[in-house]
């Protein structure tokens, strides 16, 4: 029987390290047995356990697409004891990464609409992946006018910056990247990213919005959403809890009935309204 | 199904017949000391109230190992964690009172949702042969059937029994219990008139009206979340968890790395949502940061979340050892009449 518990072994790859301040690092892994990429079928929005032997496993979002071949990536902050541990392990380290869990954002449900992605900081992983995922060939038509806000405290803070380069040049998506503040060498929008959604947000009309970023850009851009004609039901976000097992079992994620890991993390605004704010 | 009698002179012989090949497990040990253990057939008792513990420990131990690795370099695997496989025998339960065993079927439903299936609890669960043992004399703390249950209750049973007068009485409810029983000297029989009078002489023994919080499972969910009895429900609580230990379906639980030079273990123990540490963010924001939400939360996830995930099954089975257990005396009978109604102000 598959044991949902048990990790696919795999090998870091590449790490990079993303910001000044050498918190946010991003780990590309490999998987060590042939066949477990194939059985490790995923869609951006879902997550994964990153676990380490002996220290303990962490719940972080897939940064990237199962378009990209041959490798997984997650950016991890360092915060706690295991993400701790993980920036300082090095390429070539073996560990496991148990999934994909949770549900990704509702693509087949969206076909045919526009779609605005809206980042806040490192929330951007799987909207990242979204991204590649949409932009694919055999994804791309399925879906209208694409456009994706991303917003970070300074221009260093954000990721995957030579994709996001590459997709302004595209002309089948709209790319508006911003910083916070000012800064040298920062040519492009400055502001708060709610205040600069308000100025780029294309039309409500037939048109979804992925949303993902600390609390407090969330519900100021929703503000802003819901005033620009958007409807709750349109409105998706990504939660995050504690977690444990990502099975739904363990019993510490849940949002009233709902567990974040097994019933979400992805959910409307329009199914949250109606439940406890507990997350 | 089929029904059957057992005369108490062949008692013994009959818990040999069932224990054939199988693990029996049974109350033994009287008051706080009676729990659910091993035993053999000549040592069964019929007269005892309920187990101290809930019988989910037989199925998902406080303390179970889940995986292992070795970190020695010139083996292969090392670092990789390795299932450790469920070890599960077969075995057969007798003596379930119908609340426990309702419980381990709430608790079943979790470990195996609509997406994973848990092999550690599956492997134990389906396993166990259940034979129940009917309440004939519900004790002070009993309300099975304010939530749905009954002292003759029947889900998540393989066979139920009642002590009757010159021995026991069986009722079999699945084609696994109609196995084992027909494998027994047990004698057919006609019961189902004297289990129904039984039933209705047990629950009128009950002080606990039928059905009576099923109206909680009908109230808006954020009409009972924000009703503003929970601060003063909360107060006394001392966030000590022992309702949760106690519980038959509470089935939290913490996973931790253990490891030594040589490799580690992943393992996982029971946990409680009473605890701060449950929901604590790494970033140090907690959504549940106050004794007032916890409280709430598992009142709230017996009564309301449970009910809305299953069908309408409470997650409380009445057992009541979590109003016996108490060391502050809150009374879960006590919240769930506050949470059948709107209330006006705090204090109630």
Known sequence: MNNPYLPYPVRIAEITVNDDERNLRTFKFEFLNPGDEEKFSYLPGQFAELSVPGQGEIPIGIASSPTEKGYLLFTVNRTGHVSTFLHYMKPGDVMGIRGPLGHPYPFEKLKGKNLVIIAGGFAVTTLRAAGVWLLDPANRANYGKISFIYGARGPSLLLFLDDFKAWEKRDDIDVFLCSYKEAKGWDGLVGFLPEVVKKVCPPADNAAVFLCGAPVVIKFTQTVLLEAGFKNEDIFLSLENRMKCGLGICGRCNVGPEYVCKDGPVFSVAELSGLPREY | ?348
């Not at chain 2, 004790?139 to 026991?168: I, M, T």
């Not at chain 2, 808006?220 to 609580?237: G, I, K, Q, R, S």
């Not at chain 2, 000590?240 to 030594?260: L, Y």
């Not at chain 2, 605890?275 to 009142?299: C, D, I, M, Y």
């Open chain 2, 1 to 348: 199904m089929t029904e059957y009698i057992v005369k108490e002179s062949n008692l013994t012989e009959f818990f040999q017949a069932v224990s054939q090949n199988r693990t029996l497990l049974s109350p033994v040990g009287q008051g706080e000391k009676c729990r659910l253990e091993p035993t053999t057939p000549d040592k069964i008792k019929l007269d005892f109230a309920n187990t101290h513990l809930s019988p989910k420990a037989s199925f998902f131990p406080q303390t179970e190992r889940l995986l292992a690795f070795h970190k020695d370099k010139s083996l292969p695997n090392s670092n990789v964690y390795q299932d450790l496989g469920d070890k599960a025998q077969d075995c057969v339960l007798f003596g379930l009172r119908p609340c426990d065993a309702k419980g381990l079927t709430v608790a079943n439903k979790v470990f195996q949702n609509d997406r994973f299936v848990d092999p550690y609890w599956k492997g134990k669960y389906e396993k166990a042969l259940k034979i129940g043992l009917a309440c004939l004399k519900p004790s002070p703390q009993c309300f099975c059937a304010a939530v749905g249950g009954s002292p003759f209750g029947e889900q998540g049973l393989d066979v139920l029994a009642y002590v009757k007068e010159g021995g026991l009485g069986l009722k079999t409810l699945t084609e696994a219990g109609e196995a084992l029983i027909k494998s027994t000297k047990a004698e057919s029989a006609s019961l189902s008139n004297e289990i129904q009078k039984l039933e209705q002489e047990a629950y009128g023994l009950q002080k606990a009206e039928k059905d009576s919080y099923k109206v909680i499972t009908e109230r808006d969910l954020m009409e009972v979340y924000n009703d503003p009895h929970w601060p003063f429900t909360a107060e006394n609580c001392l966030n000590c968890g022992v309702c949760t230990f106690f519980c038959p379906t509470c089935h939290c639980f913490d996973i931790q790395d253990e490891q030594s030079e040589k490799g580690g273990v992943r393992m996982r123990n029971w946990d409680t949502c009473m605890s701060s540490l449950f929901t604590l963010h790494a970033s140090g924001h907690n959504p549940r940061p106050t004794k007032v939400e916890r409280v709430r939360q598992r009142f709230m996830h017996k009564l309301k979340y449970i009910p809305i995930k299953q069908d309408g099954v409470f997650g409380c089975t009445g057992c009541g050892r979590c109003v016996v257990m108490c060391p502050v005396n809150i009374d879960i009978r006590d919240v769930a009449a506050k949470m059948c109604r709107p209330t006006q102000t705090a204090k109630v």
